[in-house]
């Protein structure tokens, strides 16, 4: 399925599309399909844009065949019964909402309850998220791997 996004966005080389959340994590359950979608960094895009991305990634998932029905705007129910949550985002917090939207939910709290221990803030833009750990005193945790640190 995930090839399948993939290929789409590909022809449409104004889009980037990565998995998040529990998929991205691996986990043998997934109850949902996380995806994270900005434009390419070529083009310019203003947060009160974002609906232009939201158009083409409606048109884009709608074209799956497992789709059975459109929830809401940004969600999709697979015939399997899972959804599809899309995510848009500006280039420059694509890297940060693609770390936080991976989680789990208790591992970035803790992450940022380290940043407020120490006086920092996370840099929302323009940032990889090896960075995130390592402005703290952290290795880079793979997302499957997240766990062990919550």
Known sequence: MLKF???LFDKHDHHRCEVTGSLRRKKKDVRD????VKKNENKKIKVEN????DIKVLEIVSKYNEVKKRINNYEFLLKSGISIHM???????FNYTLWHSTG???HVK??????????KKIDMENTVEGEIYEK???KHL???????IV
């Open 87 to 93: 995510i848009p985002e500006t280039s420059k917090q």
């Open 142 to 148: 793979q997302p499957e791997k997240r766990w062990e």
């Open 5 to 7: 996004f993939h290929k």
């Open 33 to 36: 399909i996380d995806i994270v």
């Open 50 to 53: 974002l609906k232009d991305v």
């Open 104 to 106: 789990p939910k208790p």
């Open 136 to 138: 703290i005193g952290l």
């Open 110 to 119: 803790l992450i940022k309850n380290m940043y407020k221990e120490k006086g």
